[in-house]
């Protein structure tokens, strides 16, 4: 009797250990097909050139282009001045004019200064009046003449700014010196936090990256797909012992391992060294938060990629997605700007914001996982949602097409 009961537990613990054992195997054997399906995407795009010099290209060039030659500080600005006063004051403003912002003031005559903006040789010309100092002195208000070319708007009025608050510093502390006169009674110190010269290329070389790397994401894995159903390779997988499960998820691996890589080697010699942009935060830190944004725009790729037939098809359908989603990211103009209606749907509907927003607090003011732990969660759960229809897609299109 003992011997029977004895028995019976071992004969119910037998099926367990079986049970798991073909468990492990299972997993053992779809890792299996992860690995050599991602082998398989990686070949694949090292046999595209024209890939393969695109993401040279869009994290390199690119990324040193757009931060340097779409600038929106005022610099270099060439300048005219007609000097009728020749006072001590008129040549402490046209000393006050200094690089980088301007480039040496050029003297003028009122009879030049149409022809010299006409010939593109300045683009502002300021002219001071016959007996400014004297009327400064005597308390009276005279007037200091601004030409400005305004035909490249952004310059004409950052360098409008900068040359008021030249004139105006330069007679406040003539009239201070002259009068003896005490100084204001409160002091404005203003301290700039991040970037302190106001540099924008610190701040559009990471953004760029941003931009490139949605836009390289999307294009790769979608690709990848739209390949493979003009090629007709994708019937080989069918007749593989694979499951779509395993077909996204190596190519969303193989297209984030090149794309992260590819994004760490952008911002150590791009941005920090070629740039010499300071980078305040953990690189580890924006990578592994990159890991989770490159998943959800993959898995975006790949969705689009199963609604176009062809490569013309994804390409037209690609672009309005990229744009809304780069454009109201955050990255070019400030979420704050935005309808509040329309910031609450960006930040449900698109990854990208709060990527942004975890870029900027780890790039720029070093902050560490327990701050941005919340912006990961929403890019993790956002591009969940996205695998989710990209595989209900995928399995509707590919493997019951």
Known sequence: MSTTQAAAPAEQAEPKALTKRRGFAKLRLHLSNIYRLVIKELRSFRSDPIMLLLVAYSFTIAIHAAATGASTEATNLSVGIVDEDHSSLSRGIADGLTPPTFRHVIQLTPTEIDAAMNAQRVLFVIEIPTSFESDILAGRQPTVEIDIDATAAAQAFNGMTYIQNVVTSYVTDFITR???????????????????????????????????????????????????????????????????????????????????????????????????????GS?????????????????????????????????????????????????????????????????????????????????????????VWPEILATAAIGSVFFAIALYRFRRVIFSG
């Open 178 to 280: 002259r009068e003896g006169l005490t100084a204001a009674p409160a002091k404005i110190v203003t301290k700039v936090k991040f970037n302190p010269n106001l540099k924008s290329s610190w701040f559009t070389s990471v953004m760029q990256i941003i931009s490139n790397l949605t836009m390289i994401t999307v294009m790769l894995t979608g690709a990848a797909l739209i390949r493979e159903r003009e090629q007709g390779t994708v019937e080989h997988l069918l007749v593989m012992p694979v499951v779509p499960v395993e077909i996204m998820l190596s190519k969303i691996l193989a297209n984030g391992i090149v794309i992260v890589a590819s994004t760490a080697l952008s911002l150590v010699f791009v941005v920090k060294w070629w740039l010499q942009v300071p980078i305040t």
């Open 283 to 371: 690189i580890l830190l924006f990578l592994a938060g990159s890991c989770f944004y490159v998943f959800s725009v993959a898995a975006l790729g790949i969705a689009l990629g199963t609604i176009a037939s062809t490569m013309a098809q994804f390409g037209l359908l690609s672009i309005p997605v990229l744009l809304v989603m780069m454009l109201l990211s955050g990255s070019t103009t400030p979420l704050e700007s935005m309808p509040v209606w329309l910031k609450y749907i960006m930040l449900v509907i698109s990854p990208t914001p709060h990527f942004v927003i975890f870029s900027q607090d780890v790039v720029y003011r070093g902050a560490d996982a327990s701050i």
